[in-house]
């Protein structure tokens, strides 16, 4: 069986890392699989880059200033801190289907400014899985709602774009993804989510309702990802060795939907003088910082590093608004690394209350702070927890048990198409 996975990148964002570990337990079981990206970062020989497509350059050009222009008009409307929003179409690679590797199975990631759907969906001649990373699949252009639910019912008067027009550019995506989806009805597309909650999501929408959806969680390396001596960690990290530890960690830390600033809020009442710290790991510099101790180690992209940083800390802090099955959250638990988060999307799937971790109401930033004083002056409780943590993730999580998943779906699949 030969899969081939479509992804922007190999390496950069959680979907990418999400996408390019389950390329590498499929390999491990077995399976020929191979990745296309735009951005490729490690030297994974079966992971190619496109060359650009046929169309020519003005062509091009041109296309691209057409759906830029569609944009515009919200450039001094969109408020700050969200999410990207996207097209369904991209003026690149509408020759990708022809230059991708020969192929049984083609699964499609995070792919947004890569792939011209419309194109791609009318060439590709095998069938097509899509793993949700996030909601844009069946949404007019964002990424992640944030509670809106216009999206059940074809989007307009957008608030990620500040719009007050019902019939503005999130409509007119959402309509054309309507019509690109009602081609596809014939079994063509399969749907993956990593999480209950976007399942769930997704079988509500309008767009992707009718679609077959199967629930198959993120996967990691468990032996990059376990638990290592705490105080050296701590040590080739610069974190202080006495401290209490709490951990935060998102690509950016400024953005509103990672929530950051609510766990800021919740510590604000809690000094120095209780040996609590604050670690940080991502890309921005936050407007507002806590009264507590606080080190931000930056963008990590180096798993050893990263693996190490959840070492060090006593607890890691989730206060995302929305998300789907958060890496930091599965790399979290391997290290045997107790959880804290608001009770929202894939995290609730797998931060278990008194076993893994704890669940908060969103935005609830009273109970937040209680929590995290509970457990982190509890070290006891913490113990039995990270027990719990490393288990679950090892039988659970662990990229094998992930690539069995995906194959006995692939396999169906082919089948399927071979009996039709």
């Known amino acids: 069986m030969k899969v081939t996975h479509v992804n922007v990148s190999d390496n950069k964002g959680g979907a990418a890392r999400a996408a390019l570990r389950l390329h590498q337990g499929l390999q491990q079981a077995g399976i020929d699989s191979s990745m296309v990206v735009t951005e490729k970062?490690?030297?994974?020989?079966?992971?190619i880059v496109p060359v650009h497509?046929?169309?020519g350059y003005f062509e091009r050009r041109l296309h691209y200033r057409q759906l830029s222009a569609?944009?515009?008009?919200?450039?001094?409307?969109?408020?700050?801190?969200?999410?990207?929003?996207?097209?369904?179409?991209?003026?690149?690679?509408?020759?990708?289907v022809e230059q991708l590797p020969n192929t049984d199975i083609i699964?499609?990631?995070?792919?947004?400014n890569f792939v011209d759907l419309p194109t791609f969906f009318a060439k590709t001649p095998v069938p097509i899985v899509w793993t949700l990373h996030d909601m844009n699949a069946f949404t007019g252009g964002c990424h992640y709602t944030l509670g809106c639910e216009k999206y059940q019912n074809s989007c307009g008067v957008c608030p990620q774009l500040g719009s007050n027009a019902s019939?503005?550019?999130s409509r007119q995506i959402w309509l054309e993804k309507q019509a690109q989806y009602r081609l596809l009805l014939d079994g063509k597309l399969h749907i993956v989510?990593?999480?209950?909650?976007?399942?769930?999501?997704?079988?509500?929408?309008?767009?992707?309702?009718?679609?077959?959806?199967?629930?198959?969680?993120n996967g990691l390396n468990t032996t990059v990802f376990q638990p290592q001596d705490q105080i050296e960690a701590r040590e080739k990290l610069g974190i202080p060795v006495a401290s209490k530890v709490l951990l935060f960690s998102a690509d950016s830390i400024v953005s509103r939907r990672k929530g950051l600033q609510y766990l800021i809020n919740a510590l604000q009442d809690i000094d120095g003088q209780t040996g609590i710290m604050?670690?940080?790991?991502?890309?921005?510099?936050?407007?507002?910082?806590?009264?507590l101790p606080m080190i931000n180690l930056g963008h990590l992209t180096d798993a050893a590093q990263i693996a190490l940083a959840y070492s060090a800390a006593d607890l890691f802090v989730i206060p995302s608004l929305q998300d789907n099955l958060p890496n930091t959250v599965l790399e979290a638990l391997a290290c045997g690394t107790p959880v804290v988060g608001f009770d929202v999307g894939g995290i609730s799937d797998m931060v278990r209350p008194g076993i893994t971790g704890e669940l908060v109401p969103v935005k609830d930033i009273r109970q937040l702070r209680e929590s995290i004083l509970a457990l982190i002056n509890n070290p006891h409780k913490r113990a039995e927890m990270a027990s719990n943590c490393r288990q679950i993730a090892v039988t659970e999580y662990s990229l094998h048990v992930q690539a069995m998943h995906y194959i006995q779906l692939y396999q169906h699949l082919l089948h399927q198409e071979s009996t039709s």
């Open 41 to 47: 970062y490690s030297a994974d020989k079966q992971i």
């Open 53 to 55: 497509d046929r169309m």
């Open 70 to 96: 569609r944009f515009w008009r919200y450039f001094s409307t969109r408020p700050d801190g969200f999410d990207p929003f996207t097209h369904l179409s991209t003026p690149r690679n509408h020759s990708l």
């Open 107 to 112: 699964n499609l990631h995070w792919i947004a």
């Open 167 to 169: 019939w503005d550019i």
């Open 193 to 217: 989510t990593p999480s209950c909650w976007l399942a769930e999501e997704a079988r509500q929408s309008p767009l992707l309702g009718q679609m077959p959806i199967t629930v198959i969680p």
């Open 278 to 291: 604050l670690v940080s790991l991502g890309a921005g510099k936050i407007a507002k910082a806590p009264k």
